[in-house]
């Protein structure tokens, strides 16, 4: 169990305790309480159980119906809870962690809408800052299930922040209460750079994935642009669970970009679809395992005609004439046609020149670049090209001059050389096969 974890379980232990330490004033209401606790450390819930409803009808106090609500959670009462934590906010609203055991419940009661009002309220106390106890936890509990005899503690992140930024965090509980595995949804900043820079996601709207971590392993189980509802991800962690669902491609498919209301009037619509459609043509072949090489050949140089008769009649396709997807898309076509590197290096000579106006994509004309260097056998500037060379391991092409290459890199909006290679190293080689 890793250092951060033990410190958020023993915060949201102690806090559950704190209730335990007051005592019924009568003497026989103590005794009865006392017992009702110690069978709760016993796990021994269902025994508690009528103690502290009758405790509850006879001596109500907060920590009565504190115990009571989890002793009626933990045996799946959860009609019973819900009362309790109704009862305990009645005699104390100032615990904001009733407001977490009421999101819980109304969870576990499929009552959504009751939920989601919880939890907004619970947000905004945080974010007001007048709760000083509350304003210095990072995260709060919002669901506790057992799926599949696994049990499940969620934690969700106030302020997802961090170069992570995880937002919900399903984490795994065995017997002695330490963490097995988890599974996370976060937005991590690598990946929506390199995802930027190759069209996968607008600059407004981030990507996020749903990920598996146990020791050494981490699988992606989703990939959503934007970031999904806690009800959207859910069913799919459900399944993660106990290993029945498949893992996600950790490049997502090209995210379609819709123009800005104001530039629509200025968009070439015909000339839009046409390069959509065949940027849509260019991805799917290269997701298509039963095409052989020539086949995939042949299609290139389809595309790279229709292309090329385009650029006849409208020029270069700019960001303002088409917009972001389809100059993507045809930026793709050029750099696939590998059998035609005179056409390839006239329209790198068409991009460059628009480059200043800010009608083209800078990382594309970086890629096409670095493409053509390397074909030619010269040294790459940005370090886009390269080769598995083991399992999980990409190396670049040589480069022209490695102590300027991250430079050259940010001058075309595109991340760190390092960062590129961790990503390319698990997209590209994650199945490497030796030559030999």
Known sequence: MTQGFTRILSLLMVSLALPLISAATETNAQAKFASAAAL???????????????LGRSNPSPSVFWNLGLSAAEVGNHAVALQAWR????????????????IQTHQALGDLQARDQERTDLIALWQAGTDKSLSAQPIFCREQFIHEGRKVMVLEYFRPSG???VVYSFMVINESGQQDFKISLGSYEQINQIALELGQRPKDQRLYHLDLYRPAVHETHGMYLGQPGYDVIRPTVLEVLPGKHQQTPKVPAPVPVPAPAEELTRINLPLQKTLLNLRQIDQSSLREKKLSPEQLAEIFRMNQSQLSELVKQHGWPTLTAVGNDAAQGAWLIVQHADHDRNWQREMLGLMEALLAQGEVRKPDVAYLRDRLDVAD???????????????????????ADASQVDDWRKSMEMTSLKAYVDRASTILCGKFESAQ
């Open 377 to 399: 056998k010269q040294r790459q500037r940005f370090g886009t090209q390269g080769k598995c060379i083991g399992k999980n391991i990409w190396q670049p092409f040589e480069l």
């Open 40 to 54: 709760l450390q016993a796990h021994k819930a269902a025994e508690a159980l009528p103690i502290l409803e009758e």
């Open 87 to 102: 009862a305990y906010r009645a005699l104390d609203a100032s615990n904001w962690q009733v407001r977490a055991k009421l």
């Open 163 to 165: 170069p992570n930024a």
